[in-house]
């Protein structure tokens, strides 16, 4: 039906007759001549209907915003001060010679190139959000992207294995969304919060690279970066150690950065252990493009008068932390107090602060309702753990460790984007060496950091049992930006020491075989080590593409309450429906 996509068209072109199909983006009535913006996935061309082509004329007469079109005509240079240079397009238009209505258009709720939509308009029409250049251009880029890691994979020797989505319930991490089986009554499958045991199990069977660009689900709490459904890019391997593991991933990230968006990532990344990046950023996820860091202070004020400091430096978990902001002694009261109401919302009971007029003046340099109840040594650590310099400010943070850590990560994050202290770059790292249990304090038990299959770093496993907060693994995140882009760890291949880690669970020789004995089972038949990452393929795009929030890479998303708003989705099913399900309602209306 076409010659040429609108976007195509170029000098080289002029004198050609041309035939294009696409959608009215805007239609201009100039006294006699008419203008129509001809749109389709790769631009817009420029189409002149003139009165001497009476029939092409009274058909563009007819056309409004949306309508779809196929018009035949010749390319032409546009007259001298009409080139528009902001286009591709822009030097050419078409003398239309027929003008055909494919498809007429009620009104559209918004003209496709206005800024600032509402999400919700835009999440109720999303086949016309779709439509807009942004959303082509995202997801043009999505394709780019995971034809890349397709391409790369491929070319390493993996191959591409589907797993079930329909699965067994195995509740270790986030909640799963269930879906009941109308065959065997009260019986429930559920869809998977990742491939993790599957992988594992065709490391077994003797696939040694294995990957998929997968659908994942997990029935959580979202934001800006999660979905009830998401993509992930799935990777397991054999024979691979930890170090091979990550060169290999890294080198995929950067061949995707380079294939996809023109950009070259910093050979090799930097890599920091877990407790280094709570040390220094408090976070397990730092921004390194933001060149602030904590400095630990909790030895230095266990002896102070103020008890805010003292208290936590002197109990076990307990940590005090200082924050320097080069510049920020300009900070106005309100904002000071501004940034203490943020700290307050993240756990803090507040934010102390000490502004460093002038530091060789010791104490009476220093500006701070606090600075009376700290003794000189305290306060001589505190400038020099800090380098602080005259016109700084220095944040504070005390309490325990959990806490302290997440209100002043964050604070950091926030004053080096408000004080425009952050570094237009790409800045990924991997951070390493993650525990292998966390306690949960409601339970009163240990539960795995990331998932129970997780191996221990070698000389760790005496520590599962008798001491599990001295228990790292062979975990490891790969991080971008301030985003956490990808995770994974060397599994644990000798089922003696998956029982182990079962057992710190306090999982029970019952529960193990109910949950996992399909795994337990494949592990005694010679597993060999194996390992891999699974890679937020939602997130790596967003990253790329420079979108808000990974909503603007996917095409038909949830909302932040998990609704979909163009096709109403959940919605109420049947009586019937329930019935066949051997399902009913609670309180039925």
């Given amino acids: 039906?076409?010659?040429?996509?609108?976007?195509?068209?170029?000098?080289?072109?002029?004198?050609?007759?041309?035939?294009?199909?696409?959608?009215?983006?805007?239609?201009?009535?100039?006294?006699?001549?008419?203008?129509?913006?001809?749109?389709?996935?790769?631009?817009?061309?420029?189409?002149?209907?003139?009165?001497?082509?009476?029939?092409a004329f009274r058909v563009a007469e007819r056309v409004r915003n949306e309508f779809v079109l196929r018009i035949s005509g010749k390319v032409r240079r546009r007259p001298a001060g009409t080139v528009n240079a902001e286009l591709p397009t822009g030097e050419v238009e078409v003398l239309a010679h027929e003008v055909e209505i494919l498809n007429p258009s009620a009104p559209p709720p918004f003209q496709l190139d206005e800024d600032n939509l509402s999400e919700s308009v835009r999440l109720e029409n999303r086949v016309?959000?779709?439509?807009?250049?942004?959303?082509?251009?995202?997801?043009?880029?999505?394709?780019?992207?995971?034809?890349?890691?397709?391409?790369?994979?491929?070319?390493?020797?993996?191959?591409?294995?589907?797993?079930?989505?329909?699965?067994?319930?195995?509740?270790?991490g986030a909640r799963e969304f269930l879906v009941p089986s109308r065959l065997h009554d009260g019986h429930f499958y559920a869809l998977p919060q990742s491939p993790q045991l599957f992988k594992q199990m065709l490391m077994v069977a003797g696939f040694d690279r294995y990957y998929q660009i997968v659908k994942c689900f997990r029935d959580e709490d979202l934001r800006a970066d999660r979905q009830p459904e998401f993509t992930q890019i799935d990777i397991e391997t054999s024979f691979l150690s930890e170090e091979d593991i990550r060169g290999l991933m890294e080198s995929l990230v950067r061949y995707l950065f380079r294939e996809v968006i023109g950009v070259e990532l910093p050979a090799p990344f930097p890599v920091l252990t877990y407790d280094e990046a709570m040390r220094d950023y408090g976070t397990d996820k730092p921004d390194l493009r933001i060149?602030?860091?904590?400095?630990?202070?909790?030895?230095?004020?266990?002896?102070?008068?103020?008890?805010?400091?003292?208290?936590?430096?002197?109990?076990?978990?307990?940590?005090?932390?200082?924050?320097?902001?080069?510049?920020?002694?300009?900070?106005?009261?309100?904002?000071?107090d501004g940034y203490g109401e943020y700290a307050k919302t993240l756990g803090a009971k507040g934010l102390a602060w000490i502004k460093v007029n002038q530091r060789a003046k010791g104490a009476e340099g220093l500006q701070s309702p606090i600075v009376k109840n700290l003794h000189a040594r305290s306060l001589a650590t505190i400038l020099e753990r800090t380098a602080s310099e005259d016109g700084d400010v220095i944040f504070f943070g005390a309490g325990d460790a959990v806490t302290v850590d997440a209100y002043m990560g964050a604070l950091r994050d926030k004053v080096g984007h408000d004080r425009d202290l952050t570094e237009k770059a790409w800045r990924p790292l991997w951070v390493v060496d993650f525990?292998?249990?966390?306690?949960?304090?409601?339970?009163?038990?240990?539960?795995?950091?990331?998932?129970?299959?997780?191996?221990?770093?070698?000389?760790?496993?005496?520590?599962?049992?008798?001491?599990?907060?001295?228990?790292?693994?062979k975990a490891y995140d790969m991080v971008l930006n301030g985003w956490e882009i990808g995770?994974?760890?060397?599994?644990?291949?000798?089922?003696?020491?998956?029982?182990?880690?079962?057992?710190?669970?306090?999982?029970?020789?019952?529960?193990?075989?109910?949950?996992?004995?399909?795994?337990?089972?494949?592990?005694?038949?010679?597993?060999?080590?194996?390992g891999g990452i699974a890679f937020g393929f939602d997130r790596l795009v967003t990253l790329m593409a420079g979108a808000a929030a990974i909503r603007d890479v996917i095409a038909f998303p949830k909302t932040q309450r998990g609704q979909d708003l163009l096709t109403g989705a959940p919605t109420p099913v049947t009586e019937n429906q329930l019935r066949e399900l051997h399902l009913r309602l609670r309180n039925p209306q």
């Fill in 487 to 530: 995770g994974g760890s060397v599994r644990i291949h000798r089922q003696e020491i998956q029982q182990t880690v079962f057992r710190a669970l306090k999982m029970t020789g019952a529960e193990q075989r109910a949950k996992f004995g399909f795994l337990l089972d494949a592990l005694q038949f010679g597993a060999p080590p194996h």
């Fill in 128 to 172: 016309l959000d779709l439509r807009r250049a942004p959303m082509q251009r995202n997801l043009r880029l999505r394709h780019r992207a995971a034809m890349a890691v397709r391409r790369f994979l491929d070319e390493h020797g993996f191959v591409d294995i589907e797993t079930p989505v329909l699965y067994k319930s195995t509740p270790e």
């Fill in 1 to 55: 039906m076409r010659s040429h996509y609108c976007g195509e068209l170029r000098a080289a072109l002029i004198d050609r007759t041309v035939t294009l199909c696409g959608w009215a983006h805007r239609r201009r009535d100039h006294g006699g001549v008419i203008f129509i913006d001809l749109r389709d996935r790769e631009g817009l061309a420029q189409v002149v209907c003139d009165p001497d082509r009476q029939e």
């Fill in 291 to 336: 060149p602030l860091k904590l400095a630990e202070i909790t030895d230095a004020v266990k002896d102070v008068e103020f008890k805010v400091f003292s208290a936590p430096a002197n109990e076990p978990g307990g940590r005090v932390c200082a924050l320097r902001v080069p510049g920020g002694g300009a900070l106005t009261r309100g904002e000071l």
């Fill in 435 to 473: 525990p292998m249990f966390e306690f949960d304090p409601d339970s009163r038990q240990w539960k795995a950091r990331h998932h129970p299959f997780t191996s221990p770093k070698d000389g760790h496993e005496q520590y599962i049992e008798s001491a599990p907060q001295k228990a790292y693994a």
